[in-house]
């Protein structure tokens, strides 16, 4: 990945350091400032009664995939708003792919969406919209 350190060293600590990544086995697999791409695998401890992925996960993972991208400047950044539309059921093992791309960043308020969509066929999963507050102080050194 060619980007710069900073921009790394963010991402390496959201990744390490926030445990629903674990939880969910999700995996960041390429960043860049304002945006993240992050994959999971969906597995049995995902799944709600009826046997579909919980959408609760799907948001967590469009949230985090929200926080590496907001956060990948190296300033602090926090959800002051999200939304979630679903639009497809996800089922056990398919791969999901949680793509966030920065619309716009000012200087205290930015926005993002974050498509989540099922690696093998394209199709979209859910739709979320964050907006995310600079806190004005960094968490990574330069």
Not at 54 to 62: E, N, P, R, S, Y
Not at 111 to 133: S, W
């Amino acid at each position: 990945m060619k980007n710069g350190s900073k921009v790394k060293r963010a991402v390496d600590y959201i990744s390490k350091n926030d445990r629903l990544f674990k939880f969910l086995g999700a995996e960041v697999v390429d960043f860049a400032p304002g945006y993240a791409r992050l994959e999971m695998t969906v597995a049995d401890k995902h799944l709600n009664a009826v046997g579909v992925c919980q959408g609760g996960v799907i948001f967590t993972l469009a949230d985090l995939a929200f926080a590496v991208a907001s956060n990948s400047y190296g300033e602090l950044v926090l959800a002051v708003n999200c939304d979630i539309s679903y639009i497809k059921a996800a089922k056990l093992g398919d791969v999901l792919v949680a793509e966030a791309k920065e619309h716009n960043r000012g200087s205290r308020l930015s926005h993002y969406l974050v498509e989540v969509f099922n690696a093998a066929t394209g199709e979209k999963v859910a739709l979320f919209k964050g907006v995310g507050y600079n806190l004005g102080k960094g968490f990574v050194e330069d």
